[in-house]
């Protein structure tokens, strides 16, 4: 009983602390003005490891996204899944 009284909290605590670390993570992508439109990227914490995916619109956004997640204390690891989907010519964009 105690064992898995245990093993519930464990689990409990660690995903209070992924939640807390992709918080984190998306605060930072979200403050940076090299990426426009942060809310197309997700982060996603195992542990030390956050996971980014979603579009980002060149390759410079993708580095810049990848650049604050490992800028915030308690990732070691960037799984970086970003898609670089860039904006046709003439296509309108949303300012």
Do not use: C, W, Y
Not at 28 to 56: F, N, Q
Request: charged fraction near 25%; hydrophobic fraction near 40%.
């Amino acid at each position: 009983m105690l064992t898995n009284t245990l093993s519930m909290v464990t689990k409990t605590l660690s995903m209070l602390a992924n939640a807390a670390l992709e918080e984190h993570v998306q605060a930072g992508i979200a403050l940076d003005p090299r990426i426009p439109e942060p809310v197309k990227i997700a982060a996603s914490a195992d542990g030390d490891t956050i996971t980014l995916r979603g579009t980002v619109e060149s390759f410079g956004q993708r580095r810049a996204a990848v650049e604050d997640a490992r800028e915030v204390e308690g990732v070691f690891e960037v799984d970086d899944q970003l898609k670089v989907r860039p904006h046709k010519r003439g296509q309108v964009t949303n300012p």
